[in-house]
């Protein structure tokens, strides 16, 4: 734990966010990370840990840490919060069986007090395949009710499509943040 805590003093700078990655296992966190980085995606194993990787975004500098997702990894999850700048929630849109399950551990995330008012990206992954369903269903199914910046985005990790389009929200909603703070200290 001496790495993770010496990672958390480090200072970020006003064009420097940091990301945060959840989601259950096998939704394709660890492939978007990968496709962002434009990295090979053809073997990708079980995050069992955490990924670390800064990706460059509309001037932005995005620290992603992707954690694993597996059920007996979420309750490490809390240790990952602070200072986290916004959210992205991965959920399997091909698999309808743990839609439900993916719903009760976003609501819980939603619940914590170091993640309130952070934005959150949800990418409806695995568009790619004819057993997946839209975004806008996916939406309906995990029952948001929130009042923070929200956004659900269709996407394919394998092709990238969707990606982007996400990326480019969240960075919308991190510089609408920092003009606010901004504002507010003159």
């Not at 064009?15 to 660890?30: P, W, Y």
């Not at 073997?43 to 670390?52: A, R, S």
């Not at 500098?61 to 059920?71: H, S």
Request: hydrophobic share 40%; with cysteine.
């Amino acid at each position: 734990m001496g790495l993770l805590n010496l990672l958390r003093k480090l200072k970020k700078s006003d064009d420097e966010a940091r990301l945060l990655v959840l989601g259950l296992d096998n939704a394709g966190k660890t492939t978007i990370l990968k496709k962002l980085s434009a990295e090979d995606i053809d073997n990708i194993m079980p995050t069992q840990g955490f990924n670390i990787k800064s990706i460059q975004s509309a001037g932005f500098k995005l620290n992603v840490w992707d954690i694993g997702g597996q059920k007996t990894i979420r309750p490490y999850w809390r240790n990952y919060y602070d200072n986290t700048d916004a959210l992205v929630y991965v959920v399997d849109s091909a698999d309808r069986s743990r839609i439900d399950e993916a719903q009760e551990e976003l609501a819980s995330l939603l619940k914590e007090d170091k993640l309130a008012g952070t934005p959150v990206l949800v990418f409806a992954n695995k568009q790619d395949l004819l057993s997946a369903i839209s975004a806008s269903e996916v939406a309906d199914l995990l029952q948001i009710n929130d009042d923070r910046a929200f956004q659900i985005q269709a996407c394919s990790a394998k092709s990238g499509e969707g990606l982007s389009d996400g990326l480019e929200w969240l960075v919308e909603q991190l510089n609408d943040k920092e003009d606010g703070a901004a504002h507010e200290g003159k």
